[in-house]
């Protein structure tokens, strides 16, 4: 067999076996099994989810630090002791420093709530709790609501 | 030569332009809050800026692999025509989603923050790529250079992480938070992993044409690069989600990958700049100058993204302006660095009498050093934030922000910086390029 074909069979047989290897990692990854305890948002969280996501919120905000930095981040801000609902439902309409003034309705705060309430949930962030080990690894400290 | 992939060009400078414009003026907003805040807030300029400079290096790379599918390979470009079509269809989708999100219209993930329903003719225009792609490639070629296979890789998985970025559309999909959120990151992750194919393809092409060495693209040691970048597209994505309450190996896989990303690169770059004859040097003065400089960043941005894929550093980092600093690193200082120099190419063979201007070697000088300082504002930005993090002495967002006043102009100016020497770049390219496609 001659050099370059065997070059093209060997190069299209590494790619065979990852794609291979991909295919499986996906399907894992989108069955539930691969994550913690299945947690499930509302109905209610959904329609918050939805208006956090038409106002763009993560352009300035972050859950479990991903998003903007203009802003603080979110995770954990209605479980926070010196922040929480009642904090939330001040600022959310009040256009505090570069945040604009929304003119959202009450029904549309408690949408909001509860996805926080139900992001609060999953997970800390920053997550004071985590666990150092040899070889540079972390492991995260799970709240007991997934576990 | 295609006349649409110098159009591709031109769009994508454009759209650098656009970005670095609305990057400027959204940077604004970090020492002037109320800068704007009810007609042009930041929640409106940072998707205009996140937007325009996907665009850039979609668009560029588009129009690159559309010149040398055309013009410089052993291939015919199958369809002028879908190219054009192509071209068509990227720009009035452009134009949408400028308007999606100036009218709150919008899908409001980070990356794909445009109306959802775009993704259709998006999708449509990728396939489209594909097709005129796979066709052109196949022709004659038996022992596919490692750029082909890059191209096509590149081209294949933007379709499937495009679509995956899209599945949160599904609502038992989206029901599930944390992997939404994981998967939501993912194809973010492996988003900018395809683009990366079809960028860092583009060096090695231009890396085997300056220095008309076909073994190049040949070589194990590219193709075992090759792999790497393919294996770390696929799995090396978990950097972004590490701190994310997800199953350990997950975190394990995408650890190990992720240790292995960019020393080939360096290496292949760093060896053909070390073993390039100066006369060759000279005769494509601008690429070189280019790909040095995308050397350099490399080499820079290596260290930072090592160290952000050790978990126990990554815990620290993450959520900070640290993670900007890698982004903003590998966008300018690596892909655009790459996709300049392929510029200066196209622009240097088309128009062999074409003169550097000293305007164009002060701009590159000027955004290279601006560029170093802008990135160590958004460093020194980020220790002070995870400072605050996890060692906070209970000072409020707010005060931590003020405290950081000084920081972020200075972050300010060296983005203004930045801006200028690209904006002076992208003048002469468009004005050269319009030149070339009239007298053509």
């Known amino acids: ?147 | 030569m295609n006349k649409y992939a110098i159009y591709f060009l031109v769009l994508a400078l454009i759209s650098l332009f656009i970005s670095g414009l609305v990057g400027v003026l959204s940077s604004f907003q970090y020492i002037y809050p109320n800068l704007l805040k009810e007609s042009l807030h930041f929640a409106k300029l940072r998707p205009i800026h996140v937007v325009s400079s996907v665009s850039w290096i979609i668009l560029a790379a588009t129009g690159i692999i559309y010149f040398f599918l055309s013009t410089h390979t052993k291939t015919k470009l199958f369809s002028g025509k879908l190219a054009g079509f192509h071209f068509y269809l990227f720009l009035a989708i452009g134009l949408s989603i400028y308007l999606s999100i100036l009218f709150g219209k919008i899908g409001g993930r980070e990356f794909f923050v445009f109306a959802p329903l775009l993704i259709i003719p998006i999708l449509l225009g990728w396939l489209l790529f594909a097709f005129n792609y796979f066709k052109s490639v196949r022709q004659k070629i038996v022992n596919w250079p490692v750029y082909y296979w890059m191209w096509g890789t590149g081209i294949a998985f933007m379709v499937f992480h495009l679509s995956e970025a899209h599945l949160w559309l599904i609502p038992s999909f989206r029901e599930n938070y944390i992997r939404d959120l994981v998967i939501q990151w993912k194809s973010v992750g492996s988003f900018v992993g395809s683009w990366n194919q079809l960028v860092y393809g583009i060096s090695i092409y231009l890396m085997t044409k300056i220095k008309g060495d076909k073994k190049l693209a040949h070589g194990k040691l590219v193709f075992f690069f090759y792999f790497l970048g393919l294996a770390n597209l696929m799995f090396g994505w978990a950097h972004h989600t590490y701190i994310i309450p997800t199953q350990s190996w997950v975190r394990i896989v995408a650890y190990v990958i992720s240790m292995t990303e960019w020393v080939i690169l360096f290496h292949i770059i760093y060896s053909f700049i070390k073993s390039l004859p100066r006369e060759k040097r000279k005769a494509n003065s601008m690429a070189f100058r280019f790909l040095v400089a995308a050397d350099i960043w490399v080499f820079l941005n290596l260290i930072l993204a090592l160290l952000m894929s050790i978990p126990a550093i990554n815990y620290f980092t993450h959520g900070t302006h640290i993670t900007v600093a890698h982004t903003m690193g590998t966008m300018i200082g690596i892909n655009s660095m790459i996709l300049l120099a392929a510029i200066g190419y196209i622009i240097s063979v088309s128009q062999p009498l074409f003169q550097i201007r000293k305007r164009v070697i002060f701009a590159y000088k000027l955004l290279n050093a601006s560029l170093f300082l802008f990135l160590i504002t958004f460093v020194v930005a980020g220790i002070a934030r995870s400072k605050w993090m996890y060692a906070n002495q209970g000072a409020s967002f707010g005060e931590m922000q003020t405290s950081l006043h000084a920081v972020y102009v200075g972050m300010v100016i060296t983005g203004l910086l930045v801006f200028v020497g690209l904006l002076i770049l992208i003048v002469e390219a468009i004005q050269t390029l319009v030149t070339f496609v009239n007298k053509s």
């Open chain 1, 1 to 147: 067999m001659p050099k370059s074909t065997k070059n093209i069979l060997y190069n299209q047989l590494i790619i065979g076996s990852l794609l291979v290897f991909f295919a499986i990692y996906n399907l894992v990854l989108y069955k539930n099994g691969s994550f913690v305890k299945k947690q499930v948002l509302s109905e209610t969280a959904i329609m918050g989810q939805q208006i956090w996501q038409d106002n763009n919120c993560t352009a300035c905000h972050q859950f479990y630090g991903l998003g903007g930095y203009l802003g603080p981040d979110l995770t954990n801000v209605i479980s926070d002791t010196t922040k929480g609902e009642i904090y939330i439902r001040n600022i959310i309409n009040a256009g505090v420093k570069a945040m604009p003034k929304y003119h959202f309705s009450e029904q549309e705060i408690n949408q909001l709530i509860a996805y926080f309430k139900a992001i609060d949930q999953t997970g800390y962030f920053p997550n004071r709790k985590v666990k150092e080990s040899n070889y540079g690894w972390v492991d995260v400290v799970l709240k007991d609501s997934i576990r």
